[in-house]
């Protein structure tokens, strides 16, 4: 039986060690995992649980990423509750194997943290991982800070596991910036925390001998396309079963979470949107730039990427009748396109009746610092756009680079 | 609010100084950010720690800012680094030396016009004095107290014995040593 941890009220946890913490509580069967930076952290606290007798479940050490979500798939489909951590490299190795676990219906967790992408090789912050993985049919959960790590790891383990929606779910947090960065976190004690996630409930696990069941069959056209479809369905109707679980987790702790967080958009007259920390530096710049130049700006945050919250998003431009312009702000690479982020959003206001105006920002790659007066300028130009009522930039641009100028496409709406 | 910003070499212990700090303030009912800037950075290298402290949670997450207090725990930084960068008319500086306060301002031109804000220890010799190690992160803690009037000293010290309970007691004794002798010896 496992040893209780120790724990204060309140702690002074960095993003990673709030995410291993919660995979320790949740009391995993599994975790296959191999180390990368900037979430090394989550698998050697993870490692020091079980060596110390904090964890009954097995840590398995294997040979690359790819191995570890392979080794997560096979202890899934044997009917163990199963979670691992990864970051880039590392999570762009196991890309193959996310699909197989989405495919496969395995609710594994997974706690991502943000790092770019090589090459030029760069282990700091950026969502180019998030982005390579959006379309791999796992939920993906994002976190602006630890104690967000911390509590929506507990959540994901209820969403995933749910029978109503068995699919793997992601976890985000920022590299360095949220884990790497201690902050002030209130933690659940191990009962409270154990008794929310609860126990685990196998689906037609391999390991049940008196059901035989085959995972990862080959399917042609005869039955892939109708198993995609159902996979596509489950992930929009798990809509219910995340708000259910955000609802349930608000009841025990009184911390407040939504599939799509909204500040001060009651009366918002431009409106920023991002992913992340960057949400919280977003919050602290509108805040500061409502007292100091009286400008209405809102933010609006996607606390759940996969499924896309694009019904919660509307509402949210809906939310204040005077929203004019709205701003998007993607931390990938765009890859000779829109940003993702913009892209989604603006598909998701054209049936609004704001249908405001909308711009892309690329920045913060490979973790350059977004600053509390760069997003104050960048909303100041969204209210030039509101003013003039059309976007009076390029559609898309890039904040914090250093070089020439960069701007692609302008608007034919003026 | 209140920002502070490490100097330090990747292994002086810059970053465990940070955390500590937070842990002491997270028992107080105030809140706490300590990061640091190092990524891939090997031991040796310069390289920055940082604390904000508020009474609200803090959700500015900028890497960089205007610091209070800024920390120099490694001797030659004070040379080598921009350690009035982004200072404030009222910035804090807390630099260990083995020079005196008069003798190491008039080297290093930036601060000229700070004299009235510098303050000097060794943390380096308070370390391996107390500790047995030259761990300048603890003595730095004890000058910050000091200078900022953070804490009462033995409030400050209860705080440090519980974050480091899971040490040996003479690394406890070593660092509390080593706390009061730089909070006494800080000018």
Redesign the interface.
């Known amino acids: 039986m496992a040893k209780e941890f120790e724990l204060?009220e309140?702690?002074?946890w960095?993003g990673n060690y709030a995410a291993s913490q919660a995979l320790r509580q949740a009391q995993v069967d599994v975790v296959a995992a191999y180390p990368i930076t900037p979430s090394t952290p989550i698998v050697e606290n993870y490692g020091a649980y079980q060596a110390n007798g904090y964890v009954d479940g097995e840590f398995v050490m294997v040979e690359s990423e790819h191995g570890a979500m392979s080794g997560c798939v096979g202890a899934a489909a044997s009917g163990g509750r199963v979670a691992t951590a990864t970051s880039s490299q590392g999570f762009a190795l196991m890309t193959e194997v996310l699909y197989q676990a989405s495919g496969m219906r395995l609710p594994i967790v997974l706690t991502v943290v943000n790092r770019a992408l090589a090459s030029p090789l760069n282990?700091?912050g950026d969502h180019s991982d998030m982005y390579l993985g959006r379309d791999s049919g796992w939920i993906n959960l994002d976190a602006f800070?630890s104690q967000e790590a911390y509590d929506l790891t507990l959540c994901a383990f209820r969403v995933g596991e749910h029978l109503d929606v068995r699919l793997p779910v992601m976890v985000h947090q920022?590299g360095?910036?949220?884990s790497?960065?201690?902050?002030?976190v209130n933690p659940l004690q191990d009962e409270v925390a154990y008794k929310f996630v609860g126990d685990y409930v196998p689906v037609d696990d391999m390991l049940d001998f008196s059901r035989p069941v085959t995972h990862g069959a080959q399917t042609e056209e005869d039955w892939h396309y109708e198993h995609k479809a159902k996979q596509h369905k489950a992930l929009m109707d798990s809509r219910k079963v995340i708000d259910e679980v955000l609802e349930d987790f608000k009841e025990l702790t009184g911390r407040e979470y939504k599939r799509v967080e909204t500040y001060m958009m009651e009366d918002a007259e431009v409106a920023i949107i991002a992913l992340g920390?960057?949400v919280?530096?977003s919050?602290?710049a509108a805040k500061q730039i409502r007292e100091e130049e009286g400008l209405k700006v809102g933010v609006i945050a996607p606390r759940c990427f996969r499924p896309f919250p694009f019904d919660l998003i509307r509402d949210a431009i809906d939310m204040s009748a005077n929203l004019k312009a709205v701003v998007c702000m993607d931390r990938s690479a765009p890859g000779g396109a829109m940003g993702a982020l913009f892209n989604e959003v603006s598909a998701a206001a054209y049936t609004t009746k704001n249908r405001p105006l909308i711009t892309n920002y690329i920045y913060g790659l490979g973790?350059r610092?977004?600053?509390?007066e760069e997003a104050k300028r960048i909303m100041r130009e969204q209210k030039a756009h509101a003013d003039a009522g059309h976007i009076t930039t390029e559609i898309q641009q890039f904040s914090g680079v250093r070089g020439p100028r960069l701007g692609f496409f302008t608007t034919r709406r003026d | 609010m209140t920002d502070i910003r490490w100097h330090s070499r990747a292994g002086q212990g810059a970053v465990t100084g940070?955390?500590g700090l937070?842990?002491v303030?997270?028992?107080t009912g105030k809140?706490?950010?300590?990061?640091?800037l190092y990524?891939?950075a090997k031991r040796g290298a310069a390289m920055n720690a940082y604390n904000r402290i508020a009474d609200e949670?803090?959700?500015?997450?900028?890497?960089?800012m205007f610091p209070d207090f800024v920390l120099v725990i490694d001797p030659a930084l004070a040379f080598s680094d921009d350690i009035t960068k982004n200072d404030k008319s009222t910035t804090k500086y807390i630099i260990t030396t083995h020079l005196t306060k008069d003798e190491l301002i008039s080297q290093i031109p930036a601060l000229q016009d700070k004299a009235d804000r510098v303050f000097v220890l060794d943390c380096i010799e308070i370390s391996l004095n107390t500790i047995g190690r030259a761990i300048p992160n603890a003595p730095m803690l004890g000058a910050l107290v000091k200078v900022s009037n953070m804490f009462e000293l033995d409030f400050f010290l209860d705080g440090m014995k519980k974050v480091l309970s899971k040490f040996p007691q003479k690394i406890i004794d070593g660092n509390m040593a080593a706390i009061t002798r730089a909070y006494n010896e800080v000018n």
């Open positions: 204060n309140m702690e002074f960095d282990v700091r800070n920022d360095f910036t949220t790497h960065k201690a902050q002030n920390s960057s919280e530096t919050i602290f973790g610092d977004f600053g509390v | 940070a955390k937070g842990d303030l997270a028992t809140y706490a950010q300590g990061y640091a990524g891939s949670p803090i959700i500015n997450h900028e890497t960089n």
